[in-house]
């Protein structure tokens, strides 16, 4: 069985985290594939560039791709739906043998198909997909619905057990947030409700980057620090310092960082929405935020600082159980699975 995985993000120098869940799978897939199997990956990397430099990188990336039309895959894997499918579409055309493994995460589906002839000319390209899957319940609906795929293998990237654990080390923040400082993951509203607690003792912690980055010139004066382009060994070290993580995202298909968070012991405050909503019980394994206004962020991150000693250690030991179904054990047993039903 001879293997390609593509995908059109990957780590970077400029961007080590981007795309990290797609390695990590296909370094995981290298071990635990047949020894008569092989696997390749083909990967654009994802850097700083303009809106010019983003076609042109995506032009080169297409042009870099010819050579394995010349190449008999019995199986490509394609990480996210756009625009790549153009390339699968035409090996398929070649091929029509090669069975044809999709992963949508998101945006490529939520962000760039949105109706008119955009949406009916991928609708047609998607028609060479063999296995549709999606990283939660509420996108795999949503690829329904605009595609009129039929999903059924519902898989999410997967969170290594190697790299997320929990460590005993000092907590010093209350609130880590990880991920891009942008509207849909809610980076407002947080920013906004530490603004209305405005309490020096709340000790905060974003990981990440984005273009909403200049809000937090709002809260100048408050216990925050920002780490940008870390590792992920470092971000399981910030993990692991830190009592809750907080994702008040307006729409998140996963939201992987939850389940990391949890591998490592940390309870999450997490949105009512997708993938991050499934991951979270109630007073459980964190708190959910029914509704996304900075006032019930603010209130939910005031209940969750004054929370007794006896109610948070029972959370972080619910955290340590839960969402095990997401390991990268538990994940690459299932791709393996789908690899060789034939």
């Known amino acids: ?35 008569n199997d092989s696997i390749h990956i083909f990967a654009m990397q994802r850097t700083f560039t303009s809106s010019i430099g983003s076609i042109l990188k995506y032009f080169k990336a ?27 579409y035409f090996y398929k055309i070649i091929y029509p043998e090669t069975k044809i493994i999709v992963t949508f995460h998101g945006s490529d589906i939520n962000t760039h198909i949105n109706g008119g002839v955009n949406q009916k000319i991928f609708k047609y390209l998607s028609k060479c997909i063999d296995v549709p899957i999606a990283v939660g319940d509420d996108l795999a609906k949503e690829i329904t619905h605009k595609l009129q795929l039929n999903v059924n293998e519902i898989i999410s990237a997967g969170v290594d057990e190697k790299v997320f654990y929990s460590e005993a080390l000092e907590k010093k923040y209350d609130f880590i947030f990880v991920g891009s400082f942008l509207e849909v993951k809610g980076f407002d509203l947080l920013v906004n409700a530490i603004k209305k607690i405005n309490d020096i003792n709340i000790r905060f912690c974003f990981v990440g980057s984005g273009k909403l980055e200049y809000l937090l010139s709002d809260i100048m004066g408050l216990n925050f620090k920002v780490f940008k382009n870390m590792s992920q060994d470092e ?7 830190s009592r809750f993580l907080i994702l008040p995202s307006r729409n998140d298909s996963f939201g992987l960082v939850v389940s990391e968070g949890m591998f490592c012991g940390i309870p999450a405050i997490v949105s009512n929405q997708g993938g991050v909503r499934a991951q979270v019980r109630n007073n459980f394994n964190g708190l959910i935020i029914n509704n996304l206004t900075s006032e019930l962020v603010a209130s939910t991150i005031s209940t969750a600082y004054n929370i007794s000693d006896d109610d948070y250690n029972e959370m972080v030991d619910s955290a340590l159980i839960s969402n095990k179904e997401h390991s990268m054990e538990s994940i690459i047993s299932k791709l393996i699975k789908i690899y060789k039903n034939d």
């Not at 995908?7 to 799978?25: D, L, R, T």
């Not at 990480?79 to 790549?84: A, E, L, R, S, V």
């Not at 971000?235 to 310092?241: A, E, F, G, M, S």
């Open 1 to 35: 069985m001879k293997i390609l995985i593509i995908s059109n993000m990957y780590p970077s120098e400029q961007k080590p985290y981007a795309g990290i869940f797609v390695k990590n799978q296909y370094e995981a897939l290298l071990r635990n594939i047949g020894e």
């Open 62 to 88: 297409f042009v870099e791709f010819t050579p394995h039309y010349f190449k008999k895959y019995d199986i490509i894997h394609l990480h996210f739906f756009y625009p790549f499918i153009l390339l699968v």
């Open 235 to 241: 971000i399981r070290c910030l993990y692991n310092q």
